[in-house]
């Protein structure tokens, strides 16, 4: 009898901690996730600067169409270029940039913390802007646990 309730016990114990620990999952992509736009977000300002700099000393500078290409290192999980026309599909928990519309995307590694209003089950994030730095804008607004995802 003694050795059942131990038992029962330590089942409730691990089955709360599963839980807590898909949470803290969720939660950590959703930090990786945010760290990846603001690294590009970073990258738009600086080479901004850099073409400013560039213009008033009279040196040509080339515009990257790839917003990954502006980081020093690209992220271990950028799958490269891909085109919604191709069959392939990214693994989980990569990003991808997509030339034709000026898009990046990514898919969550964990899909049932991540909500889309049109059901889409990649995050597509636009590379706006003429002057000034560019920008990267939410097509919807995506939700991760209870977050928007900006």
Request: glycine residues 6%; proline residues 5%; hydrophobic residues 45%.
């Amino acid at each position: 009898m003694e050795w059942s309730l131990v038992a029962g016990v330590i089942a409730v114990l691990a089955f709360l901690f599963l839980r807590e620990m898909r949470v803290l999952q969720g939660q950590s992509e959703l930090a990786a996730v945010k760290t990846t736009l603001g690294a590009l977000r970073t990258a738009f300002v600086i080479d901004h600067l850099q073409k400013n700099i560039a213009a008033a000393k009279s040196i040509t500078t080339v515009t990257q169409r790839n917003p990954f290409e502006l980081l020093q290192r690209r992220p271990v999980n950028y799958a490269g270029e891909m085109h919604p026309t191709q069959s392939i599909t990214p693994q989980p928990g990569t990003w991808v940039f997509d030339s034709d519309c000026s898009c990046i995307g990514y898919l969550p590694i964990y899909d049932q913390w991540f909500d889309s209003p049109n059901g889409d089950t990649m995050a597509w994030f636009q590379v706006i802007g003429a002057l000034g730095p560019l920008q990267l804008r939410a097509r919807e607004s995506y939700v991760w646990q209870g977050q928007v995802m900006n």
